[in-house]
């Protein structure tokens, strides 16, 4: 009893319904743009790839999370404070209390994720918008961040974490750079270019591939196969997609969210902590305004703002295009400051096409 | 016909000084379709959910296979296969027809520690349930959103017979939907009860519950007025029942004295 | 779809037509500084490379961290080595976090001149030719000793740009040359004229022995001075700031503002586009650091220093 009125989709159709389409069409036509426009500047020499994979690799490792709890119906804009306070919490314990780095990276794990479990309880035990309880976390955590380190340094910022990390097995896990050799062939054969003045001349400069792109690969990976393959993803589509729905049919919607809360605070930790490692210093101010650019990213990359429908992989590229034209406009000498103008444009266009393909999905006119 | 699946006898339910229900008596058997008729407010959505343990009744007691049971949450009414289909569907129109049919028992492989969903075990369990009330998808990773009302419906109704109802209570499955649409639902409804289901049909349409029903029990201000047989009845006297206007001695011929 | 070919179309247009650099002949060069977009001193420096850069026929990029994190800025610099200019120009707003991307640029071969914050000794390590700036501690120790002199006991150090290191450093050195702690003495005012005109008035009143006030640039001055004229302050309070602007030299003229803290910034823009110019071109370069400031601005030579306030001054 086939309903013959239903017409057949087209393949070209069933590619659009996609979450990812809208930004794997955006990513190319970046690199499109700035291959014409900067393909002579460096920007696509090695040390100029590694500059835009770097930063787009930072705020992949936020989208991550935010994508996530989006799908699970949720925001998290204590995002950037919860960076700042996770360095300076690492900077405090490492550099004044004279513990070991590991035990402080460690350390500040355990509380961001706690801090994350507290975000989770809080909205749903208040049935508060998660928007306003976070939003008073990122106060609290800013101010809280700012607190502390003036009342142990009488500065906002701590460095010395850089003499620290030599030898710290868990901090090279973070701030480590990996296939050296690889990267010294590839200088040898002349694929990368080496320093030619000061202590490190001969060696490529581009020295191997950091672990923050690392991270930002596995956290990737991991989100997207946890969020497609396996039945946990499942509840996490539902508790966006109507979390009533899904209490009816026994999904334990508060774990999902509250879970979903603090894997965010998870990824905004390793952010803190690459971060930390590889600058040796931690202040106060890091972090400000991430909350905004990993949303926008996780938007970028087709996830709906209302939940219940989006990509981990649509967010990392999201994190591609914001992490290429935010470093790419300074290789081409455009006037920085119309990142913004150009971010939010490509934000609006976003929404609007996520909007027009969600009523494709629907089938809603 | 054999014993009651389930079986209310005398429920009250009172919401502090608000009377909702004052006396229902209902029961329904393997494989037939027994439809409740009620008004808006009569008391449909109360009785629902006392069957499907969201509330205690006040008073009076339900059996289940004879044995008298209380339920104490919505699980316990699962538990012992009382499936309802709300209004709304409990679908989420943005995921595959499969991740909803699916939602909360995903059936999961082991792959190393790893456990994933069996995507080709539940795509392929999804068409052959779907196929087998009639409703041929084109592939089960399509989202819900795409499907008609009907077929939504038939979505939540397979859904809830593969995970072993035995009772399903339809509320108001009809009410949105078109003409074709509905004649589909009301086969499905046929193709469950031939299953040996029985099938809890609440409606306030006559003609969609004279088109599949087996018996007909009336809901008007919280009270059963009585159950009577396919063929006792006419349409045109359930309708005056729903809306109360009858005399009660008139009614009580053609009821068969079962007020 | 087509919103968003159309969104990135326009974006592609608005780069392309600023994308031209301000200068086409000559050397490329890149200054990079630590001030979010909010900061306004830092236009005298802009300027100051428009005139270096016309004068000397070269390309003066300038660019900052938006939001003024200095992880970003650390990117900054590392983008900007790679895009292989003639020279960088580079702040050292904390040698932690730059001194990585600082001696990058420098292995490469790029040469670099550090400006404004930082110490010549850091300059030095990163292997920068030479450092254009005012040692901050000291600044702020000399500023200590004026109002000390002039009878400062207590005071209130408003801090705008409390995250950077030098900002603190200044307060420090203050209360160095007062010879009491820092203590809590110094706030964080944030960059908002509102939230700060309110946090030094609620400071004032809840500490109202305070006879001293020490602001670190016209971010916090203004809200200061608009703070010490709503409750009839101004002009009995030792009152001196960092840097000028055409407000604060107003208020040096009126006697509100006992003096201003001139570290000349248009020198520290305009000196290393001339010396790494004339290092391309002629391969000289001065041996020793440049101290731009501390220059102290008072009633006396205002006079002079106010037609150009906020432009090249």
């Known amino acids: 009893m086939t309903d013959e009125r239903i017409k057949q989709v087209s393949a070209l159709r069933r590619a659009m319904i996609r979450p990812e389409l809208g930004a794997t069409a955006g990513t190319l036509l970046v690199f499109l743009f700035f291959l014409l426009i900067a393909g002579d500047s460096g920007m696509f020499a090695p040390a100029g790839i590694q500059n835009w994979t770097v930063v787009s690799a930072q705020f992949a490792i936020i989208a991550v999370g935010a994508c996530l709890l989006m799908i699970a119906g949720e925001f998290d804009i204590s995002v950037g404070s919860m960076i700042g306070f996770a360095g300076i919490v690492i900077a405090i314990l490492s550099v004044q209390w004279g513990l070991p780095v590991w035990v402080s990276i460690l350390a500040a794990f355990v509380i961001c994720v706690a801090l994350g479990w507290v975000n989770g309880m809080l909205v749903i035990k208040t049935g508060l918008p998660s928007f306003i309880v976070t939003l008073a976390f990122l106060y609290i955590l800013r101010g809280l961040t700012i607190w502390l380190s003036i009342l142990t340094t009488r500065q906002t910022i701590i460095g010395g974490v850089k003499d620290l990390v030599q030898n710290d097995w868990l901090a090279f896990l973070f701030g480590g750079v990996v296939l050296k050799d690889l990267f010294a062939w590839f200088a040898d054969i002349g694929l990368i270019e080496k320093f030619v003045a000061g202590t490190r001349a001969g060696q490529p400069v581009v020295e191997g591939l950091p672990m923050l792109v690392v991270w930002a690969v596995v956290l990737v990976i991991f989100g997207h196969v946890l969020l497609t393959r396996t039945k946990f993803g499942n509840w996490i589509f539902a508790s966006g997609g109507d979390a009533q729905a899904a209490r009816y049919v026994g999904v334990p919607v508060a774990r999902v969210k509250i879970l979903m809360f603090m894997f965010s605070a998870f990824c905004a930790c390793v952010f803190a902590t690459c971060q930390v490692i590889e600058f040796g210093s931690a202040a106060a101010d890091r972090g400000f305004m991430k909350e905004f650019e990993a949303i926008i990213c996780v938007v970028i990359g087709g996830t709906l703002l209302t939940g219940g429908y989006g990509s981990v992989i649509g967010a990392a590229l999201g994190a591609i295009i914001f992490g290429v034209v935010q470093q790419g406009l300074f290789f081409t000498g455009g006037e920085s400051s119309l990142f913004r103008v150009f971010l939010g444009t490509i934000l609006l266009g976003a929404v609007l096409f996520n909007t027009y393909i969600r009523r494709m999905i629907t089938g809603e006119r | ?259 | ?313």
């Open chain 3, 1 to 313: 779809m087509r919103k968003t070919l159309t969104a990135i179309a326009a974006a592609v247009f608005a780069v392309a037509g600023f994308a031209a650099p301000a200068s086409a002949e000559g050397e490329k060069f890149v200054l990079i500084s630590h001030a979010p977009d909010s900061d306004s001193w830092w236009n005298t420096i802009k300027n100051a490379i428009a005139v270096a850069g016309d004068q000397m026929k070269v390309s003066v990029e300038y660019r900052n961290p938006p939001t003024g994190d200095l992880a970003d800025m650390a990117r900054i610099v590392e983008q900007a080595a790679a895009s292989k200019p003639d020279g960088i120009i580079v702040t050292i707003a904390d040698y932690d976090v730059l001194s990585g991307p600082i001696t990058e640029a420098v292995a490469r071969g790029i040469p670099v001149i550090t400006i404004n914050s930082g110490t010549v000794e850091q300059s030095k390590k990163l292997g920068a030719l030479t450092h254009v700036g005012q040692p901050e501690y000291d600044a702020g120790f000399g500023a200590g000793e004026r109002l000390g002199a002039a009878g400062a006991k207590k005071f209130l150090c408003v801090n705008h740009y409390i995250t950077n290191p030098a900002s603190v450093e200044r307060c420090q050195g203050f209360a160095a040359a007062l010879g009491v702690e820092l203590g809590n003495q110094m706030i964080d005012a944030g960059q908002d004229p509102a939230e700060i005109q309110n946090k030094v008035s609620a400071f004032l009143q809840s500490n109202p022995d305070t006879n001293a006030i020490l602001a670190l640039g016209p971010t916090s001055a203004h809200p200061t001075l608009a703070a010490l004229e709503q409750s009839g302050k101004a002009g009995n309070m030792l009152f001196g700031t960092f840097d000028l602007s055409g407000e604060i030299a107003a208020g040096i003229k009126a006697g509100k503002i006992d003096f201003a803290i001139d570290q000349q910034p248009y020198l520290q823009g305009y000196l290393p586009v001339v010396f790494l110019t004339n290092l391309a071109r002629y391969g000289v370069m001065p041996s020793n650091p440049v101290n731009s400031g501390p220059g102290f601005v008072t009633k006396d030579n205002i006079e002079l220093v106010e037609k150009l306030a906020g432009q090249y001054r």
């Open chain 2, 1 to 259: 016909m054999s014993a009651p699946l389930i079986e209310l006898k005398s429920i009250e339910k009172h919401f502090g000084p608000v009377i909702a229900l004052s006396g229902v008596t209902f029961d329904v058997k393997a494989g037939e379709c027994h439809c409740l008729l009620g008004d808006n407010g009569a008391g449909k959505s109360t009785f629902i959910k006392t069957m499907s343990g969201v509330h205690k009744p006040s008073s009076g007691e339900i059996l289940v296979d004879g044995k008298k049971i209380a339920f104490e949450s919505p699980r316990d009414a699962m538990a012992a296969g009382i499936a309802t289909v709300y209004q709304d569907l409990a679908m989420i129109p943005l995921m595959s027809v499969t991740r909803n049919f699916w939602m909360g028992r995903e059936p999961e492989k082991r792959f190393g520690p790893f456990k994933f969903i069996d995507f080709d075990k539940a795509n392929k369990v999804t068409l052959e349930e779907m196929a087998s009330m009639g409703i041929h998808l084109r592939g089960a990773e399509q989202a819900v959103g795409t499907l008609s009302g009907g077929e939504r419906q038939t979505v939540a109704i397979a859904r809830a017979v593969y995970f072993g109802a035995k009772v399903l209570i339809l509320d108001e499955p009809t009410s949105a939907l078109g003409v074709r649409q509905t004649s589909n639902v009301l086969a499905t409804i046929d193709k469950v009860r031939k299953r040996g289901i029985g099938v809890v049909f609440i409606t306030h349409n006559v003609r969609h519950a004279m088109a599949v029903g087996d018996r007909f029990t009336v809901l008007n201000r919280g009270k059963t007025l009585g159950t009577a047989k396919r063929g006792e009845v006419k349409p045109e006297e359930l309708q005056d029942l729903m809306a109360g206007g009858k005399e009660l001695a008139e009614l009580e011929g053609s009821l068969g004295g079962t007020i």
